[in-house]
């Protein structure tokens, strides 16, 4: 059972860029979120899709967008690249199990590290 | 709004001595309380989860955690450290079992001296 999948695992861009990331959740699940991890820091939110919608949005401009596909693989994309967007991006996959009003523990990617020059 | 500190950036110990990892969290529901390690270059990796059932919760590899609902506070432990547990180390709070928002404290490197 392959866990959750990311691509690139590194990537190097310039200002000005715009850079597209990949990720496949884990099988079984329907719901994607995205970190991003400066150096020396905690993850934080940018970001949930389920059902092929935005859910939940952290502090994040709007450069920062997302897609989730009906296979429910998600891109995070980043327009207008800053230096300061360097960092790890983490995806993160569970399963929303509405009903119950219970969503499953979430499971991390490898992530893909960007370097903003 | 919820919000995690982490205390103690930095926390070193010697093999075979107790573990202890300090977490506070600020939640005006009840919380989701969560610990990941996080080794060089990888992914997190769920250490263990509080939902309610119990206060005490036991992980992986001889972690467990306890939640005190009157401290606020969600510690993690390990009775006897090994070299292999070097790590960053990530308390983390959500409002709905992990699949919504997850806010995550700045981390604890943790040293394992020989």
């Known amino acids: 059972d392959a866990g959750v999948t990311q691509s690139p695992t590194h990537l190097i861009k310039t200002r000005g860029q715009q850079v597209t990331l990949r990720c496949s959740p884990k099988?079984?699940?329907?719901?994607v979120s995205w970190y991003q991890q400066a150096l020396g820091q905690g993850p934080q939110f940018i970001f949930q899709?389920?059902?092929?919608?935005?859910?939940q949005r952290g502090n994040f401009p709007d450069r920062f967008s997302g897609h989730q596909f009906p296979n429910y693989s998600s891109e995070l994309n980043v327009n207008a690249l800053w230096l300061g967007d360097s960092a790890l991006y983490l995806c993160?996959?569970?399963?929303?199990?509405?009903?119950?009003?219970?969503?499953?523990?979430?499971?991390f990617g490898p992530g893909t590290r960007l370097l903003v020059l | 709004a919820q919000s995690v500190t982490q205390l103690g950036s930095h926390v070193s110990v010697s093999e075979g001595a107790l573990v202890l990892l300090r977490c506070n969290y600020s939640?005006?529901?009840?919380?989701?309380l969560f610990w990941y390690v996080q080794y060089p270059n990888q992914g997190l990796q769920l250490l263990l989860k509080?939902?309610?059932?119990a206060t005490l919760v036991k992980g992986i590899n001889g972690f467990e955690a306890e939640f005190k609902k009157s401290e606020t506070s969600f510690h993690l432990t390990k009775p006897s450290a090994h070299m292999s547990d070097a790590a960053e180390y990530f308390c983390?709070?959500?409002?709905w079992g992990g699949g919504f928002k997850t806010i995550f404290g700045a981390g604890t490197r943790l040293f394992v001296k020989a």
């Open positions: 899709y389920y059902e092929e919608e935005e859910r």
């Open positions: 983390a709070v959500s409002d």
């Open positions: 993160a996959s569970s399963l929303m199990r509405i009903r119950d009003e219970v969503a499953e523990t979430q499971y």
């Open positions: 099988s079984g699940h329907d719901t």
């Open positions: 939640s005006s529901v009840p919380p989701y």
């Open positions: 509080y939902t309610s059932a």
